[in-house]
């Protein structure tokens, strides 16, 4: 069964920092591209970043202006994304995917709250 | 790189067919034939019911149809039933490994 399973959301102070990972399992990880989306509330779907199989191609959205940083280790069938400088606007549920251009297999997601 | 466009809200009887579009331009839907739709039930994951614009994954009812013409992706739901009721999102290829999605299209079923 495949699984997908965020951690690392939790209440931030906007500028600050955050790691969030997501832990894979019932699939070959190690070839598959992989991706973070995420949700703000009640809005809509936003795609963040991807990742090649084996992490050297990594691509972002223009809007992140690179403040998100997305990796991966094949060892540990984990993937990561690094956020820095924080803003109110990151609020979201952030989910990993995996997939080419249609992803299909989503998690549950792990919910960022960027707030003072 | 701004969001494909879709109706915020469709709706249909049962039984009925429904049609949500999604607009894009020759950079994304316009040119590449890599148009995904998702179904997301409140507080669910999204789940993957089109791809390639017009193919179906394993287990997806042959009810729902993609097609494309020109900047403009079409998702199309027939034989409506209680359950299709939901959040639909389209997505596109945008070039340089990059993915756009669409605002969402809440569908009622009457």
């Known amino acids: ?116 | 790189q701004s969001a494909l466009t879709q109706p915020a809200s469709v709706s249909g009887s049962p039984g009925q067919s429904i049609t949500i579009s999604c607009t894009g331009t020759s950079s994304d839907v316009g040119t590449y034939n890599l148009v995904s739709w998702y179904q997301q039930h409140p507080g669910k994951a999204p789940k993957l019911m089109i791809y390639d614009v017009t193919k179906r994954p394993s287990g997806v009812s042959h009810r729902f149809s993609g097609s494309k013409s020109g900047n403009t992706a079409s998702l199309t739901i027939s034989g409506l039933q209680a359950e299709d009721e939901a959040g639909y999102y389209c997505s596109s290829y945008a070039g340089s490994s990059t993915l756009l999605f669409g605002g969402g299209t809440k569908l009622t079923v009457l």
């Open chain 1, 1 to 116: 069964e495949v699984q997908l399973v965020e951690s690392g959301g939790v209440v931030v102070q906007p500028g600050g920092s955050l790691r969030l990972s997501c832990a894979a399992s019932g699939f070959t990880f190690n070839d598959s591209t992989m991706h973070w989306v995420r949700q703000a509330p009640g809005k809509g779907l936003q795609w963040v970043s991807l990742i090649t199989w084996n992490g050297a191609g990594t691509h972002y959205a223009d809007s992140l202006s690179g403040r998100f940083t997305i990796s991966r280790d094949n060892t540990k069938n984990s993937l990561y994304l690094q956020m820095n400088s924080l803003r109110t606007e990151d609020t979201a549920l952030y989910s990993c995917a995996k997939g080419d251009y249609s992803l299909d297999f989503w998690g549950q997601g792990t919910l960022v709250t960027v707030s003072s």
